[in-house]
């Protein structure tokens, strides 16, 4: 295993803070491959915050669009060290900092933690997956069962007072009458819509 903290795709720079997840989706790149995007994305040991912010600030934080919270695994698993990770790093220099999450977090932490983000996470992108709950347990497989559909809207609903831009993303390989049940659910919370590429 490599390690790996901060890893660069394009012109963003990636975090990976954990290989923990709530759910177990049949397309993850974790169970499909051997590494996401050309990386060794397993780690052995989840990095500390300062070892986060060091390597942050090793790989030129400076020079990159935007800090993406990500993980080969769901980053707000470690909520708390994710948010001092960004506290220390916009304090460093003021990049945008994106969150890719299964939208979770107040499920992990039994409360509404969303108004923890304000003023520290500029995106949230929220992989929807599926048009009910139902379809979300059979793709997404998530360790609250069903409730987990049900969580992720309400994070969506929730992250909207405190994060300047939330997004349900769902993937390409969706049949078409289920993309547009998704496009409407984000239409009815009042968040943007993204189809993106499966990666594989
Ligand atoms: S939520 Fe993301 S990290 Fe978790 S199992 Fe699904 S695709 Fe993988």
Known sequence: MNNIIAYPIGDSLYL??????????????????????????????????EEMVADIKAKGIEN?????????????????DMLEV???????CPVKVRLN???????????????????????VSISLNAPDA?????????????EG???????????????????FSVVDVMDKEDIDSCRQIAEEIGVRFRVRELIK
């Open 101 to 123: 999450t299964n939208g979770h977090a107040n499920l992990i932490a039994g409360r509404d933690v969303t108004d923890e983000m304000e003023g520290l996470i500029d995106i």
């Open 134 to 146: 139902r379809k979300y347990q059979e793709i997404c497989r998530c360790q609250y069962g069903e």
């Open 64 to 80: 990159y669009k935007e800090l993406v919270l990500c993980g080969y695994g769901e980053p707000t698993e470690r909520y708390s």
């Open 16 to 49: 990976n803070l954990t290989n923990r997840c709530t759910n177990a989706c049949a397309f993850c790149v974790r169970t499909t491959t051997d590494s996401g995007m050309g990386y060794d994305l397993w780690i052995d040991k989840e990095p500390a915050v």
């Open 86 to 92: 960004v506290r220390q790093i916009k304090a460093y």
């Open 149 to 167: 559909f049900y969580g992720m809207l309400d994070f969506a609903k929730r992250a909207k007072e405190y994060v300047p831009e939330v997004v």
